[in-house]
């Protein structure tokens, strides 16, 4: 694996383009500051048109049905238009929408939902990779920015804080929520917002022309409740390796079952974490097949061998020739 190579060599490598197998194999995070992300962002849009208004939301209007007609801020601005996106953590606009506020709670699952960050006394194991530790009843995570190591405590916020779950609906009438406020998971790694840059680009995909769609809404909601059912467990997944007598959701529990008997990859209908992903983390948490699949039997084991021996030896070229750079 060039990106553990990369990691145990504390460096990044870049393959050349002509290095095709190389390239596909690396997989790596970026971890950027946030407010100037931000600011970068609202830059690119509002020199694409978009008219920016800040301020709380003090009220919502409705439209002649359950629809949303206009935000009205606190100071009193009234913005009006067609079709809105929720983007915030307390759900402030689809809670108007949605009257039902249907909610599968997944606490029982995903009980962290605090994140308490501090300076490390010592940042030895901070290098150019992320390391999570079992903690008490959550996690810690350690890494480094640009401005040194930092580490986070997750775990269990205080009662009454917001759970881990999903909404039911996350495309009510004219209004549809992304990112916490449709799907709460662990902060634990960027699963989060991977979910929801899958719903923006879903929502991309169906567009409605006019605000209210009943249709493009119903399979909007269906295929984020598929993408959202596949983080909850992966998100969980690090809780069933690590928590004695923890009970995993089912369809979690079908996963590790048939990956421990012949190391099989389950592919669910609109899988949200890829088979790359799903593989790597079983064997990283510690499950191993306990058998193989009587297919690769059809494999010459010897070019087998010969392929992976070539492979790991341009892996290590590829390291070592940077650092001897």
Same mark, same amino acid.
């Not at 949303?68 to 606009?93: H, I, K, M, Q």
């Not at 986070?152 to 916490?180: K, L, M, S, T, Y």
């Not at 699949?293 to 390291?319: C, K, S, T």
């Given at each position: 694996?060039?990106?553990?190579?990369?990691?145990?060599?504390?460096?990044?490598?870049?393959?050349?383009?002509?290095?095709?197998?190389?390239?596909?194999?690396?997989?790596?995070? +970026?971890?950027?500051?946030?407010?100037?992300?931000?600011?970068?962002?609202?830059?690119?849009?509002?020199?694409?048109?978009?008219?920016?208004?800040?301020?709380?939301?003090?009220?919502?209007?409705?439209?002649?049905?359950?629809?949303?007609?206009?935000?009205?801020?606190?100071?009193?601005?009234?913005?009006?238009?067609?079709?809105?996106?929720?983007?915030?953590?307390?759900?402030?606009?689809?809670?108007?929408?949605?009257?039902?506020?249907?909610?599968?709670?997944?606490?029982?699952?995903?009980?962290?939902?605090?994140?308490?960050? %501090?300076?490390?006394?010592?940042?030895?194991?901070?290098?150019?990779?992320?390391?999570?530790?079992?903690?008490? %009843?959550?996690?810690?995570?350690? +890494?480094?920015?640009?401005?040194?190591?930092?580490?986070?405590?997750?775990?269990?916020?205080?009662?009454?804080?917001?759970?881990?779950?999903?909404?039911?609906?996350?495309?009510?009438?004219?209004?549809?929520?992304?990112?916490?406020?449709?799907?709460?998971?662990?902060?634990?790694?960027?699963?989060?917002?991977?979910?929801?840059?899958?719903?923006?680009?879903?929502?991309?995909?169906?567009?409605?022309?006019?605000?209210?769609?009943?249709?493009?809404?119903?399979?909007?909601?269906?295929?984020?409740?598929?993408?959202?059912?596949?983080? &909850?467990?992966?998100?969980?997944?690090?809780?069933?390796?690590?928590?004695?007598?923890?009970?995993?959701?089912?369809?979690?529990?079908?996963?590790?079952? +048939?990956?421990?008997? &012949?190391? &099989?990859?389950?592919?669910?209908?609109?899988?949200?974490?890829?088979?790359?992903?799903?593989?790597?983390?079983?064997?990283?948490?510690?499950?191993?097949?306990?058998?193989?699949?009587?297919?690769?039997?059809?494999?010459?084991?010897?070019?087998?061998?010969?392929?992976?021996?070539?492979?790991?030896?341009?892996?290590?070229?590829?390291?070592?020739?940077?650092?001897?750079?």
């Amino acid at each position: 694996s060039l990106p553990a190579a990369c990691a145990a060599a504390g460096r990044l490598v870049m393959p050349r383009l002509e290095q095709a197998a190389l390239r596909q194999s690396l997989g790596y995070d +970026l971890h950027a500051d946030s407010r100037e992300y931000t600011e970068r962002m609202l830059g690119i849009a509002v020199g694409a048109g978009a008219n920016v208004t800040v301020g709380e939301v003090g009220s919502v209007e409705r439209t002649a049905g359950t629809g949303v007609g206009a935000l009205v801020t606190g100071d009193g601005e009234r913005v009006a238009g067609d079709f809105f996106v929720d983007c915030s953590r307390e759900r402030t606009v689809a809670s108007f929408a949605d009257e039902s506020g249907s909610f599968d709670d997944w606490s029982h699952w995903l009980p962290n939902n605090r994140v308490d960050w %501090s300076v490390p006394d010592s940042d030895d194991e901070s290098g150019p990779y992320v390391v999570v530790r079992r903690g008490g %009843s959550g996690w810690r995570l350690s +890494l480094r920015t640009r401005v040194g190591a930092v580490q986070a405590d997750i775990g269990p916020g205080a009662p009454g804080g917001a759970p881990n779950g999903n909404f039911r609906a996350h495309w009510v009438a004219n209004c549809v929520a992304i990112g916490a406020a449709a799907t709460r998971l662990e902060p634990l790694e960027v699963t989060p917002m991977h979910l929801a840059q899958a719903g923006v680009r879903q929502l991309l995909t169906m567009l409605p022309r006019r605000g209210d769609n009943p249709a493009l809404a119903t399979e909007y909601n269906r295929v984020m409740a598929a993408m959202a059912e596949d983080a &909850r467990d992966y998100v969980a997944l690090r809780h069933a390796l690590a928590r004695p007598g923890y009970e995993a959701p089912e369809t979690l529990q079908t996963r590790l079952g +048939l990956f421990r008997i &012949r190391g &099989r990859y389950t592919r669910t209908e609109i899988p949200f974490i890829g088979k790359s992903r799903w593989v790597s983390s079983f064997i990283n948490l510690g499950i191993w097949p306990d058998s193989y699949d009587p297919v690769a039997d059809m494999i010459d084991e010897q070019r087998m061998r010969d392929d992976l021996q070539r492979f790991r030896l341009a892996i290590e070229q590829q390291v070592s020739g940077v650092a001897a750079g």
